[in-house]
């Protein structure tokens, strides 16, 4: 079967198409046909090379945000200030070398969708920020005064073991449970 996940509305997808064959495939895209039109979180498992984003892609595509950003993060090259100045960008004079203000993802997402890769290797210094930021819907720059509102759904992809990692202390339980509002394996 060829599904065409092309849409006007993302041209971020260019001419891709998603083709398979096997009955498990077929469930995963009737999956997304359901969930699509949802705001709940969406956090995908499998192993590196799956296709993760491009499902996570398929789901934007689907939705009713699609005319809005889709914008991927992968979160396994980031920590510490480097983390906080990707997700909620910066105001100038921030530190030093801030120039110029500069967007964060949570904000160049706007009422878009917000792609994970790599949730799981999140900082645990940065699981309470980012928790912050699901559990109030606004976040601040760094060096900003105003609060802005977050619109965009999450998509959260992983191929480590969260549940297990929350057992172990290695991520947030709560944080874990705002992600995994419908998974995907």
């Known amino acids: ?33 359901q969930v699509a039109g949802s705001d709940a979180s969406v956090l995908i498992y499998g192993e590196s090379g799956t296709g993760k984003e491009l499902f996570a892609r398929l789901l934007h595509t ?3 945000r699609n ?22 960008g910066h105001e100038a004079g921030a530190f030093t070398g801030a120039n110029r203000q500069r967007k964060g993802a949570f904000e160049m997402a ?17 699981q309470t920020d980012f928790l912050r930021v699901l559990e109030e819907r606004s976040f601040r720059r760094m060096g900003g005064e105003k609060d802005i509102p977050f619109q965009a759904r999450i998509v959260a992809a992983t191929n480590r073991p969260l549940n297990q990692m929350v057992r172990e202390g290695g991520f947030r339980a709560d944080l874990f449970y705002r992600l995994n509002v419908v998974p995907v394996c």
Not at 4 to 12: L, Q
Not at 67 to 88: I, T
Not at 110 to 126: K, W
Request: glycine content about 8%.
């Open 1 to 33: 079967m060829v599904f065409p996940i092309r849409s006007e509305d993302a041209p971020e997808l260019g001419s891709r198409e998603l083709v398979f064959r096997s009955p498990a495939m077929r469930s995963i895209y009737d999956i997304a046909t």
């Open 62 to 64: 689907l939705s009713d």
């Open 67 to 88: 005319a809005h950003p889709f914008v991927p993060v992968n979160c396994g090259v980031l920590q510490g200030e480097l983390f906080a100045d990707k997700f909620f």
């Open 110 to 126: 706007g009422a878009g969708t917000l792609f994970l890769d790599e949730v799981g290797e999140i900082p645990a210094s940065n």
